[in-house]
């Protein structure tokens, strides 16, 4: 793994970051759905309350890949946890252990948080992502649903509650 570096992004990343999401959301052929902005990662990323982290992975000095994870809280562990958001890494640097850095990076920093766990999400049809959490040891909650409240459906649920 000579010339890779994975490091905390920095505010002057967010840049990087912002090209790296759309390409993590072209491959998941989600790009239509991006609608961050520069300003929105970096307030969330250094901002306060600081929502996320990041770690960006450079290969002889370019950009190849990002991990973006926050916390989480686990009630039956009564412990926190860390919820992996993002994980990728440009298509072309690919099988030269950048991932896995990347993920390696991001247990490092649960474990010394007193982290109970580490989560993440993965679409079904991914079966490389699948296949390389896999081999991590990780697995995989076919049990549970992931649900999701966005747009209208959250603001209408948010004012009936103010409501009562």
Not at 60 to 79: I, K, M, W
Not at 107 to 117: H, L, P, T, Y
């Amino acid at each position: 793994m000579s010339g890779i570096e994975i490091r905390a992004a920095a505010p002057g990343d967010v840049p990087v970051l912002l090209r790296l999401i759309r390409a993590l959301a072209d491959y998941e052929k989600l790009l239509d759905q991006v609608v961050a902005t520069e300003d929105a990662i970096a307030a969330a990323l250094f901002g306060q309350p600081r929502y996320a982290e990041a770690l960006l992975a450079r290969c002889d000095g370019e950009a190849v890949g990002f991990a973006l994870f926050f916390h989480n809280y686990s009630t039956f562990l009564g412990r926190p946890g860390l919820y992996l958001e993002d994980l990728f890494v440009v298509p072309e640097a690919r099988g030269r252990g950048i991932g896995r850095a990347l993920f390696a990076q991001v247990a490092r920093i649960a474990v010394e948080r007193d982290c109970g766990r580490l989560e993440w999400a993965v679409l079904d049809w991914n079966q490389p992502a699948i296949e390389f959490y896999r081999r991590l040891g990780a697995q995989a909650l076919d049990q549970w649903t992931l649900n999701r409240l966005t747009g209208a459906p959250l603001r209408a649920l948010a004012d009936d509650s103010r409501s009562r």
